[in-house]
């Protein structure tokens, strides 16, 4: 990254939750120091045929964010198979969600099913208490298309669960991104409490990839996490080329 200006908005408190970020921020690539670590089955040939492989998409992915290094060994394998931790994506079973047709509604954008036995690499970061993250996926133009058209279903920006037996009121909005990627969106998830934890998600569409980019924190914030994406695509672009 340039300069830290923009992680300034980061660095408060993180509230430990079961879903983690997604991306990193500034160099790095196919010389990470996180070795990678194999997570689950290869996928079927005519899944991932003519796609990057997750040994590529490991090298496109950064390996600092702001200065400090990934705080485990960077997995890799079928992205359905990589935990919710490593990659972003809500862990819906751990809450009892009401109305139940919002229980998906936090994965809209993440590809889960679509992409489930896509090559991909994920590596993860800690900041200043904050969780930070970076998945790549390889993904067709189709198949990527499919996945930044998913939408959260009507009824669902507003939701409430509940967490080890007490309620948690939830808020979600998704909207368009421009300028990152082929075509991007934004994904902020609010949840409520005394101690309020804000996730913002980015995912967007590269040449044969899908990235996303995630910052959870009490102090995380929709420029921040834009600006994490735009690193984040500029670097995995130079090094799928």
Known sequence: MR?????????????????????????????????????????PAAATAGLFSAAQLRGALLTRVNGVA????????????LSAASTGRPAVNAVQVSPSMCGGAAAAGFGSAILAQAPAAAATFRVGGNAVSEVLIASSAGTASTVLAGRVPAGCTHYQGKVAGKTVMYGLTVKAVTGI?????????????SAPVNQWSLVYQGAGFVGTVTVIGPNASEAAVHELARQAYAFAARSLA
Request: charged share 10%; proline share 3%.
């Open 70 to 81: 990934a705080v485990a060994p960077v997995t890799v394998g079928e992205y359905g198979m």
């Open 181 to 193: 990627g082929r075509q991007a969106r934004v994904l902020h998830v609010l949840t409520g409490g």
């Open 3 to 43: 300069d830290g200006r923009w992680w300034r908005v980061l660095v408060g408190g993180l509230v430990p939750v079961a879903v983690a970020g997604l991306a990193g921020c500034s160099g790095g690539g196919g010389s990470s120091s996180a070795s990678g670590s194999a997570t689950g089955a290869a996928a």
